[in-house]
């Protein structure tokens, strides 16, 4: 096979960005979960507006977080008496100015939308369950009938008894001019998708069974509660005859323990320094009291 041409290579190149970005990103690096697992794992599974997104930088590390604010809130799985119809919900990721961070396969949020969220009881990385797998997009046909949409491209037409979601037929078209010439393609929706989707009540209907056996958590408040990450950052510090590393605490300073091991091994460094020292003194002084004899003669 001969080298792959500047043309192609690009072509391969717009081709697999394409279909990142266009086809209905079912590939990812997370466990596929059908709804049974979702169900298990959701601690809370609410259909909601989204009626506002701010986005903020956050510290410890340095990071972009974003606070949705769901209201009109429907519990389908995990409500509990005096459930609020309206909370705040921590994502990982947004736009703050010219800084944008995003997760990989993770649902983005937009004020107005309204979604259907499984949502785990506590996260510490997304707070929806299998990322992008737990969130479905509802939005309205030309006649105003809604209809759901996984990760926000994959329209569902049904749920089998297994749990398994059923996806709108998706027609094949090439990725790219160029691409078509190394059979690459991505699947865009047909246009008659809409009339072969679940209506957000059918939907619902579907999953409901599903959802009465699986996991109860027993929630008292809203799901997805952010677990807060504790780092521990090392604190190097170079001394003058010696390096003294420890651990650093929430004070900035290097643990006691650290710091009394780094003198010890100072002082052990330094002692056999001189220790070597004496000894090239000694061997040096042999060597030249023995060429003084062997100048003289051997004596």
């Known amino acids: 096979m001969g080298p792959i041409s500047p043309l192609r290579l690009t072509a391969v190149a717009c081709a697999l960005f394409t279909c990142c970005v266009v086809a209905t990103a079912r590939a990812s690096t997370v466990v596929n979960m059908n709804a049974e697992r979702l169900s298990h794992y959701a601690g809370q599974v609410v259909r909601a507006d989204i009626s506002a997104v701010e986005s903020y930088f956050a510290d410890n590390p340095k990071r972009i977080e974003t606070r949705l604010t769901l209201s009109r809130v429907e519990y389908w799985k995990g409500g509990y ?5 309206s909370f705040d919900l921590i994502v990982p990721g947004g736009r703050v100015g010219d800084m944008q961070m995003r997760i990989c ?18 996260y510490k990385t997304f707070p929806t369950v299998g990322l992008g797998q737990g969130g479905f997009l509802v939005k309205a046909d030309e006649t105003g009938t809604t209809h759901v949409f996984q990760e926000g491209v994959a329209g569902i037409t049904g749920i089998t008894d297994v749990g398994e979601f059923q996806y709108a037929v998706y027609e094949k078209r090439p990725a790219h001019p160029h691409a078509a010439l190394d059979g690459l393609t991505v699947r865009t ?3 008659n998708t809409y009339k072969k989707l679940l209506t957000l009540d059918e939907f619902k209907t579907a999953l409901q069974p599903i959802l009465e056996r699986s996991h109860d958590y027993q929630m008292t408040l809203p799901a997805g509660e952010r677990i807060p990450v504790v780092y521990h950052p090392t604190n190097f510090k170079q001394t003058k005859g010696a390096a003294t590393s420890g651990t650093t605490r929430g004070d900035d300073q290097p643990n006691t323990a650290d710091q009394q091991r780094g003198q010890k091994q100072t002082r052990t460094t330094k002692s056999s320094s001189d220790e070597e020292s004496k000894a090239g003194s000694r061997a040096k002084s042999q060597r030249t009291n023995d060429a003084n004899r062997d100048a003289k003669g051997g004596e």
Request: charged letters at 15%; one cysteine or more; aromatic letters at 12%.
């Open 189 to 191: 929706a047909q246009s």
């Open 105 to 122: 396969c993770a649902p983005e949020f937009k004020a107005g939308q309204q979604w259907v969220l499984f949502l785990l009881p506590q």
């Open 81 to 85: 008496d005096g459930a609020p119809d």
